[in-house]
């Protein structure tokens, strides 16, 4: 496997002004799989899947968002958007010179992902995400109902987040929030305690999870910083968009895993296990992996592989 993360390609592609990071593999004559990551991630997350799509026969691509990895940062972080994101996809699939492009997505990455499905219909093939479903838009009511240590409504603080993580090392701030979100409860600090002071030192990483792992995206965010990212998705979630039609028109999958502490978030699991996520995307299948936690595809890529491979498969067979 390893050999084949050395086949992966890597570009920089002007876009709006500033030059993307965007990693690549697999036949550029085939069907195109656009990744979108999450917090505290970058294009690497993706690495098993990509290879997995790649051998399948598509076109892996996994850009690094602005601000974020090995991509430029804005001149003004903290007034990076939604739209800003949204409008980034748009040009950068107009420079790789594709009309459509299958769209999967997990964390945050799912918001831009259902924006950039509803917003631009025509170039998406199909969508699919991981432990987030496509939610109303104007939909925070979770932020309102979890108590002051909840670490969305702390990193939304401008000045709290950048002091906890300032005193610690990029690696270190990586090394703590993929230890937090592998756990199946949702990261809560006592009062008058920091994020990052509810990892204890010594506490090891997940078992999926390598020191060669933590130290890429260390590297990385050493470069970055963390300025875009506090910005989006945690600054931004009140961006308001004028969407008329919010049904999304497209097949999707959804991916969730049972440990994820994202579906313990105030209604997130009644509003999909009703059924009601699907009077937003009525072509929508959901799939449930008992162990999975909130990096279902970094801590069992193979099951996440075969169900993404099998999708695509399906889809294409139906277009």
């Not at 069907?31 to 098993?48: Q, S």
């Not at 001149?75 to 990076?80: F, I």
């Not at 992902?113 to 991981?130: G, M, N, S």
Request: no cysteine.
């Amino acid at each position: 496997m390893a050999s084949l993360f050395n086949d992966i390609q890597h570009d920089f592609i002007a876009v709006r002004g500033l030059k993307l990071h965007v990693a690549s593999i697999g036949d550029e004559a085939g069907p195109a799989v656009l990744f979108l990551h999450g917090f505290p991630e970058i294009w690497y997350t993706w690495r098993h899947q990509m290879i997995a799509v790649s051998k399948a026969g598509h076109r892996a691509i996994a850009p690094d968002f602005r601000g974020y990895g090995l991509s430029d940062k804005p001149a003004e972080p903290e007034k990076t958007t939604y739209a800003d994101l949204v409008d980034d996809l748009v040009e950068l699939l107009d420079r790789l010179g594709l009309d459509k492009v299958f769209l999967v997505a997990k964390d945050f990455g799912v918001r831009p992902a259902y924006l950039f499905v509803l917003l631009h219909p025509e170039r998406v093939i199909a969508i699919v995400t991981l432990g987030i479903p496509h939610l109303p838009l104007r939909s925070t009511a979770f932020l309102e109902s979890l108590p002051e240590g909840f670490y969305i409504s702390r990193w939304q603080k401008p000045g709290r987040a950048e002091a906890d993580f300032g005193r610690l090392e990029a690696k270190t701030v990586v090394r703590n929030i993929y230890i937090l979100f592998s756990r199946s409860e949702i990261p809560i600090a006592k009062e008058g305690q920091e994020i990052m002071d509810m990892v204890e030192p010594n506490t090891p990483l997940p078992a999926w999870f390598s020191e060669e792992d933590l130290a890429v995206y260390g590297e990385l965010y050493e470069k970055s910083g963390f300025e875009t990212a506090l910005q989006v998705p945690y600054r931004s979630l009140g961006e308001r968009f004028d969407i008329e039609d919010p049904v999304v028109k497209v097949p999707a999958l959804l991916i969730i895993g049972n440990e994820d502490y994202v579906y313990k978030f105030p209604g997130i699991k009644e509003y999909v296990e009703s059924g009601m996520v699907k009077e937003l995307v009525p072509d929508l299948e959901v799939v449930y992996l008992p162990d999975g936690t909130h990096f279902v595809h970094e801590q069992l890529p193979d099951k996440v592989n075969k169900l993404l491979v099998k999708f695509l498969d399906g889809v294409d067979k139906r277009t």
